[in-house]
Structure formats: structure tokens, C-alpha cells
């Protein structure tokens, strides 16, 4: 009889191993490739965005240029303040809709590269202490492929 438990506990044992190596090594392949980008140099790197840059310029200018004219107009100090919000965030307005789309061109190419180095994360690189496979390089590659198709 006990022979039959000492048989039947290694067994167990046996299999308990089998389970666990199983599940390591499954769990092992599941694991997350990690990248990381520069994503300012990604953003400057695109092709429409110098020209994006100099046209935001221009209209910083001209919404500032509008809020002083506004301003002096004032009295009340709360009502001149109120002025240059508004004209803030109809800048504000302005760089969202000119960016927006680069903004959306790199991420696209992220996720392209990402696919493409079988990468399941990405990080922001000045996030990341140590470790990661840099895919920045090859995101600005990708917007300029991008771009040049279109």
C-alpha cells in the first residue's frame, strides 16, 4: 500500500512539473516585445511639419496681434484678460486642426512599424530606463514612405 502512494505522489509530482514548464514556457512566448520611439523627433521629422510649424507661426502672431488690438480696447482688467483667452484658445483651435492630422500620420506609422518588428508595446524612450528595441528610426522612415505614395 504504501508503495502505491509513494508510485502514485511521484507521478503527481511529475506532472506537476509538466504543467508548470508548460505554462512557463507558454507565458514566455506571450511576453510583450517592448519598443520605443522619440516621439519629437518622429513629429519634426514629418514631412508637412515644418510647414504646419511656419504657418502656426503666423497665425500665433496674428492671434496675438489681434488680442492686443482687443485689449486696449478694454477698461476692466477682467474683460482684457478674458480677450487674450479667447484669442489663446482660438490659437489653440488652430494648432489642433493643423496638427491633428500630422499627429495621426505618426501614430499610424507606429503601429505599421510596430506590426512589422512584431513590437506589442511602445513606449516613449525617455520613459524607459534600460532596455527596449529603439523603433524610432524606422517610424520616420515609414512617414516618409507614407507620404511620398500619397
Not at 33 to 53: R, W, Y
Not at 79 to 91: D, G, T
Not at 117 to 127: C, F, G, P, Q, Y
Request: glycine fraction near 2%; proline fraction near 2%.
Amino acid at each position: 500500500m504504501i508503495r502505491l502512494k509513494e508510485m502514485w505522489s511521484w507521478k503527481m509530482a511529475l506532472l506537476v512539473v509538466a504543467l508548470v514548464t508548460l505554462f512557463t514556457a507558454e507565458s514566455w512566448a506571450a511576453a510583450d516585445t517592448i519598443g520605443v520611439i522619440d516621439s519629437q523627433m518622429i513629429l519634426t521629422k514629418h514631412p508637412s511639419f515644418e510647414n504646419v510649424a511656419k504657418q502656426l507661426q503666423q497665425i500665433a502672431r496674428q492671434k496675438e496681434s489681434e488680442a492686443r488690438t482687443a485689449a486696449e480696447k478694454e477698461t476692466d482688467p477682467a474683460q482684457k484678460n478674458q480677450v487674450m483667452l479667447s484669442k489663446r484658445m482660438e490659437l489653440a483651435k488652430e494648432e489642433e486642426r493643423l496638427m491633428g492630422p500630422i499627429a495621426k500620420d505618426c501614430q499610424e506609422a507606429v503601429r505599421v512599424v510596430a506590426k512589422k518588428r512584431n513590437v506589442t508595446v511602445v513606449l516613449e524612450k525617455a520613459s524607459v530606463y534600460f532596455g527596449g528595441i529603439d523603433i524610432t528610426d524606422d517610424v520616420v522612415q515609414q512617414l516618409s514612405l507614407s507620404k511620398s505614395r500619397n
